[in-house]
Nanobody, 122 residues
């Protein structure tokens, strides 16, 4: 059983910062890609940023220069540092991991966290 647990969401004023964390646990063999997605009210879930096990990163254009994704492979944890937050960043943020479990090493599976609310006030 694999679990992804997010933390660090909250309410912040525009221009402020928040740092999200997501720790993966369970019968994990290896994690390839970890990422953050977000879903605003009444909207679809969209990609924010991803990072590979080798440290290659990818960002949606709207957060480039403001958000930074990083990971600690030893702790199976991914972080999202969010600076210069805007009201349009308000959403539920979900952690995502593409990984292999110890009982299915030959198969890549996708797991999601439960989500953490980020609210940016103007």
């Amino acid at each position: 059983q694999v679990q992804l647990v997010e933390s660090g969401g909250g309410l912040v004023q525009a221009g402020g910062s928040l740092r999200l964390s997501c720790a993966a646990s369970g019968n994990i063999f290896s994690i390839f890609v970890m990422g953050w997605y977000r879903q605003g009210a009444g909207k679809q879930r969209d990609l924010v940023a991803t990072i590979t096990s080798g440290g290659n990163t990818n960002y949606v254009d709207s957060v480039k220069g403001r958000f930074s994704i990083s990971r600690d492979n030893a702790k199976n944890t991914v972080y999202l540092q969010m600076d210069s937050l805007k009201p349009e960043d308000t959403a539920v943020y979900y952690c995502n991991a593409n990984l292999r479990t110890t009982d299915q090493i030959g198969r890549l599976s996708i797991y999601w966290g439960q989500g953490t609310q980020v609210t940016v006030s103007s």
